[in-house]
């Protein structure tokens, strides 16, 4: 599988599950005995945790995968497009001058 299909799969599993979903299924586990309060809080926090991993390690996938495509392509940095473009002022004024 590619690093871009797991990329998106991590970011679809992350996304199917929201804070308000989550506390409704655990609402649901508490009503009907299977799980206590407090293990509904700290189960709740347990999902939230992961789920926030997750998008720190999607994020950084996608920002890695994004650089080697940019470096593929030979793309610039804006810093160097900065460095170029100070450079190239400097020659304009330096032939100005002249």
């Not at 609402?27 to 809080?41: I, R, W, Y």
């Not at 996938?61 to 940019?70: G, P, T, V, Y």
Request: glycine share 8%; aromatic share 8%; net charge negative.
């Amino acid at each position: 599988m590619s690093f871009m299909k797991k990329a998106f799969y991590l970011g679809l599993g992350a996304l199917c599950i929201t804070r308000e979903k989550a506390e409704k299924f655990i609402s649901e586990l508490e009503e009907k005995g299977e799980m206590s309060k407090e293990e509904g809080k700290e189960f709740l926090e347990e999902v939230m945790q992961k789920g926030e991993e997750q998008k720190k390690e999607i994020h950084s996938m996608i920002a890695q995968s994004i650089n080697e495509f940019k470096g593929d392509l030979g793309a610039v940095s804006r810093a160097e497009f900065q460095a170029l473009e100070d450079r190239i002022q400097k020659l304009e004024e330096k032939s100005e001058s002249e």
